[in-house]
């Protein structure tokens, strides 16, 4: 193929919409994030990615040959659907309308699927058959290499590590309608309700915590960890069997899929090496019962998901068969 060739790379994500055109290197030309669209019809979203790409500099786009969009899930990858639980559309249309308009082939995968195939290509990953991307943000996702294949299941969603069951006991919901989720304790979003369940369960003095002057309604993640780090007893008790679950969470995808190397992402993660990874190495060993693979921040920081967008253009998956 021409060298000059370029891709569009689309993150989508529950917050934040982000869009980028790139070459077969790896570099990036040109980059523009806006938040997500949380309104209008199941067009929405793709009209807003349309709009964004249009921006580029037209010199770029006459080089384009494709569209990659690593998205939120759940989704139907043959279908070019999402049915995002974190925003208001019950399901949103993104590759027919974006092929349409553009007339360019338009590829889509989930959002950690994305990351793990820009792992591969331009990370940690380039000589790694056995690979796992885990993200540690709004919500928990991974991504999935085993022997050097792209795991993908019958609608895209055989990697849906936030979404198994870490508690049987199913005391928080998580966003997808089920309980017990990895999600729903660990994740970015959901942390605030987790300090809430321990607050009440183990009857901890509201006054010994400065996370109550938040009235849980304003608390975030952010606030849950910087007051852990000064020292608040409530906020240490969460962060602390936050890591515990965190390590099971680990412990399952090593026994699952077997690994040479875990890298991990997401905000919640990679704003607290310390409080999150750390940890979880110390601790998985404690549940896996495979041996502990390397697990590593990603090199690719919060920019991995539009890599392996773009990636996915020049190396197009296969879409599963159901």
């Given at each position: 193929?021409?060298?000059?060739?370029?891709?569009?790379?689309?993150?989508?994500?529950?917050?934040?919409?982000?869009?980028?055109?790139?070459?077969?290197?790896?570099?990036?030309?040109?980059?523009?994030?806006?938040?997500?669209?949380?309104?209008?019809?199941?067009?929405?979203?793709?009209?807003?990615?349309?709009?964004?790409?249009?921006?580029?500099?037209?010199?770029?786009?006459?080089?384009?040959?494709?569209?990659?969009?690593?998205?939120?899930?759940?989704?139907?990858?043959?279908?070019?659907?999402?049915?995002?639980?974190?925003?208001?559309?019950?399901?949103?249309?993104?590759?027919?309308?974006?092929?349409?308009?553009?007339?360019?082939?338009?590829?889509?995968?989930?959002?950690?699927?994305?990351?793990?195939?820009?792992?591969?290509?331009?990370?940690?990953?380039?000589?790694?058959?056995?690979?796992?991307?885990?993200?540690?943000?709004?919500?928990?996702?991974?991504?999935?290499?085993?022997?050097?294949?792209?795991?993908?299941?019958?609608?895209?969603?055989?990697?849906?590590?936030?979404?198994?069951?870490?508690?049987?006991?199913?005391?928080?919901?998580?966003?997808?309608?089920?309980?017990?989720?990895?999600?729903?304790?660990?994740?970015?979003?959901?942390?605030?309700?987790?300090?809430?369940?321990?607050?009440?369960?183990?009857?901890?003095?509201?006054?010994?915590?400065?996370?109550?002057?938040?009235?849980?309604?304003?608390?975030?993640?952010?606030v849950i960890f910087k007051l852990a780090r000064e020292g608040d007893k409530l906020a240490n008790v969460v962060v602390e069997r936050c890591s515990e679950i965190n390590a099971m969470g680990f412990a399952n995808v090593i026994d699952v899929y077997d690994p040479s190397l875990i890298t991990v992402g997401g905000s919640v993660a990679l704003n607290n090496l310390d409080l999150v990874l750390e940890p979880i190495k110390k601790k998985v060993k404690n549940y896996a019962a495979n041996s502990i693979p390397e697990i590593i921040p990603t090199p690719l920081?919060?920019?991995?998901?539009?890599?392996?967008?773009?990636?996915?253009?020049?190396?197009?998956?296969?879409?599963?068969?159901?």
């Amino acid at each position: 193929m021409d060298s000059g060739e370029l891709s569009v790379g689309v993150d989508l994500g529950a917050t934040n919409l982000r869009v980028a055109i790139g070459n077969r290197e790896g570099k990036i030309l040109f980059k523009l994030s806006e938040r997500t669209v949380n309104n209008g019809d199941e067009y929405a979203i793709s009209n807003q990615i349309h709009r964004m790409i249009k921006s580029a500099p037209s010199n770029l786009l006459s080089k384009v040959i494709g569209v990659g969009i690593g998205s939120i899930g759940p989704m139907d990858i043959r279908k070019g659907i999402i049915f995002p639980p974190n925003l208001n559309f019950k399901f949103a249309f993104l590759t027919t309308p974006l092929s349409e308009k553009l007339g360019l082939p338009v590829y889509l995968l989930n959002d950690c699927v994305s990351a793990v195939v820009g792992e591969k290509n331009f990370g940690a990953g380039k000589d790694i058959d056995n690979l796992v991307y885990i993200t540690i943000s709004t919500g928990i996702g991974g991504g999935v290499y085993v022997n050097g294949n792209l795991l993908l299941g019958k609608e895209g969603n055989a990697h849906e590590i936030g979404h198994t069951v870490i508690d049987y006991r199913g005391k928080l919901i998580c966003g997808c309608g089920k309980p017990g989720h990895w999600e729903a304790y660990c994740s970015g979003k959901n942390l605030p309700n987790f300090a809430k369940l321990i607050m009440e369960e183990e009857k901890i003095n509201s006054k010994l915590s400065d996370i109550i002057k938040y009235n849980f309604s304003s608390l975030t993640s952010e606030v849950i960890f910087k007051l852990a780090r000064e020292g608040d007893k409530l906020a240490n008790v969460v962060v602390e069997r936050c890591s515990e679950i965190n390590a099971m969470g680990f412990a399952n995808v090593i026994d699952v899929y077997d690994p040479s190397l875990i890298t991990v992402g997401g905000s919640v993660a990679l704003n607290n090496l310390d409080l999150v990874l750390e940890p979880i190495k110390k601790k998985v060993k404690n549940y896996a019962a495979n041996s502990i693979p390397e697990i590593i921040p990603t090199p690719l920081g919060q920019d991995i998901v539009l890599y392996g967008a773009v990636a996915t253009v020049f190396n197009p998956p296969k879409l599963p068969k159901r």
